[in-house]
């Protein structure tokens, strides 16, 4: 779910406050199957600062909130839970009820958004319509150490993945995915991943993306990406 950037910053400091707060599920007391229904779920946006964001990471949000003013960036909010919009693209295709409980599916969270603030990942998504290209500004937490000191390869993977896929529109799915890893991620600092879409051919998107320092003279991973539109016509499962 997309955004404008003005309501975004109208909204943001009421938003921080939010974020800051206590969550806002239900706390009416019914069986946790109702706390966690979707229904009662009050979205928190997660893109957006947070006591654990760095000096670095809160630089960057703040100049790209600039850019955001004149329309032609647009800062894309983050939930948990999908949107209904979401799950019906999806629901065509892969939410075969033999396949998930429907108790199991009411828990279900974007696992990037699952951790305590700071422990994780924590970023922001900053879209560019005209010029088809995204900023992801990442910073990871010490719950996604890998080497000693340095960010998992596959916490890297993940970010790429998701800021490519933020480059697309609509329900696609990653077909292909290939990383160079070219200086490994001081674990808890801030990267900048630089997203475009290169090709549309059909129904596949060719994209590529590359992660850099805040100060951009360290490239820690290049890569690209092969997306997929869901044909309607068919189903994956
Ligand atoms: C907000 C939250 C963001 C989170 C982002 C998370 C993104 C993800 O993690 S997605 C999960 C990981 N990905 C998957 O599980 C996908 C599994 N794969 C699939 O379901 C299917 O293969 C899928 C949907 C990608 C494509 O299937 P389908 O729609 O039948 O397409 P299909 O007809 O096989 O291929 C379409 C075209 O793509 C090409 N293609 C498909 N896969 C590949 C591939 N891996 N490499 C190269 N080309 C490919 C085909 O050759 C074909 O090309 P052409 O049209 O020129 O003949």
């Known amino acids: 779910m ?13 938003l921080r406050g ?4 206590a969550p806002r599920l239900s706390m009416d007391l019914q069986p946790a199957r109702r706390l966690f229904s979707t229904e009662k779920v009050i979205h928190k946006d997660w893109a957006l600062p947070n006591p654990s964001w760095s000096k670095d990471l809160k630089l960057l949000f703040d100049q790209f909130m ?15 839970r999908t949107s209904t919009q979401e799950s019906e693209d999806f629901k065509t295709y892969f939410l ?5 409980e429907e108790e199991r ?39 996604l150490q890998g080497v000693p000191g340095l960010l998992h390869g596959g ?24 990383i160079n890893f070219k200086r490994p991620v ?14 549309l051919e059909g129904r596949k998107l060719f994209l590529s993306c590359n992660v850099r320092s805040v100060d951009e ?8 990406g092969l997306f997929i539109k869901l044909d309607p016509e068919k189903s994956s499962t």
């Not at 997309?2 to 009421?14: N, Q």
């Not at 003279?217 to 290049?222: F, G, I, N, Q, R």
């Open 2 to 14: 997309l955004r404008s950037c003005t309501a975004g910053l109208r909204s943001i400091w009421a």
């Open 18 to 21: 939010r974020r800051e707060g």
């Open 66 to 80: 600039k850019k955001c003013e004149d329309g032609s960036w647009e800062r894309l909010p983050s939930y948990k």
């Open 96 to 100: 075969d009820p033999k396949l998930v």
């Open 105 to 143: 599916l009411s828990q279900a969270q974007l696992f990037t958004r699952g951790f305590e603030d700071g422990l994780g990942f924590e970023y922001v998504i900053f879209k560019n319509n005209d010029e088809k290209r995204t900023v992801c500004l990442f910073q990871g937490g010490p719950y």
């Open 155 to 178: 916490a890297m993977a993940t970010m790429i993945d998701i800021a490519l896929g933020s480059c697309t529109g609509g329900a696609v799915m990653t077909a292909n995915l290939n």
């Open 186 to 199: 001081p674990l808890c600092s801030v990267v900048v991943i630089n997203s475009q879409l290169d090709k």
């Open 217 to 224: 003279k360290t490239l820690y991973s290049e890569a690209t």
